[in-house]
């Protein structure tokens, strides 16, 4: 069946450092790719998102690319904050479903200041 | 984004017992999304709540296990029936963004307890 793979699962970086989350997927019909984040007890955040025409998306510290190629998308922080700290999940469509999600298992993300 | 709430946002229950739970959203969507949170995991969905037909559930979820109402376009129900300890999860539902139809945003959760 169709799944999300994401790495690393956990990840722990230096406040003003870069990180890099790395995702891969299976559905060759995916075209929308949200990245959510999560904080403890909250529900996920939408923070980004990319669709498959599209090869990168920028937001101020936050960025998305995706090789549709490859089946590969990553999430890009600059400038990490002790705020960032969070698990970060990205998910593809199935198909061209936006809501109907596959979710990457998550990603710990922890800024030392 | 969508301004989207659930009730309850939490709540302890008996094995064997039934839970309902609601979810509105300040928009009028054709879609609604069911996805459950196991502790300490990723999301996985339930079903698509359509209005006006039947739900369509995911590969290991039922409709006797979790029947869903979808009685208008801003409002649907998520019912976990015959609840064991193993529905310990947040249940939560999504929907599409009132600007953005193109976005998906998750209502707070629902942190079921069964004992």
């Known amino acids: 069946g169709e799944n999300v793979e994401q790495h690393p699962s956990t990840l722990s970086v230096q406040e003003g450092d870069s990180a890099v989350i790395k995702c891969t997927y299976s559905?060759?019909?995916?075209?929308?790719f949200p990245w959510y984040k999560q904080e403890l007890g909250k529900r996920p955040q939408l923070i980004i998102d990319?669709?498959?025409?599209?090869g990168e998306k920028k937001d101020q510290r936050i960025a998305v690319t995706l090789n549709k190629t490859a089946k590969h998308f990553s999430l890009h922080i600059t400038e990490t904050q002790p705020e960032d700290s969070a698990v970060y999940f990205c998910a593809a469509s199935r198909g061209g479903s936006q809501g109907n999600l596959i979710f990457g298992k998550g990603t710990k993300l922890s800024v030392k200041p | 984004s969508a301004v989207i709430s659930q009730k309850p946002s939490r709540d302890i229950c008996q094995r064997g017992t039934s839970l309902t739970i609601q979810c509105q959203v300040d928009s009028q969507v054709t879609m609604m999304f069911w996805y459950r949170q196991q502790p300490g995991q990723s999301l996985t969905l339930i079903a698509t709540a359509n209005q006006g037909s039947e739900a369509t559930y995911e590969s290991g979820f039922v409709i006797d296990k979790f029947p869903i109402s979808r009685p208008n376009l801003t409002f649907s129900t998520l019912t976990v029936s015959n609840m064991s300890p193993e529905d310990s999860s947040i249940y939560l539902c999504?929907?599409?963004?009132?600007?953005?139809?193109?976005?998906?945003?998750f209502g707070p959760g629902t942190r079921l307890t069964v004992l």
């Open positions: 559905d060759s019909a995916s075209n929308y």
């Open positions: 990319i669709r498959s025409n599209v």
């Open positions: 999504s929907a599409p963004g009132s600007i953005r139809a193109d976005t998906q945003y």
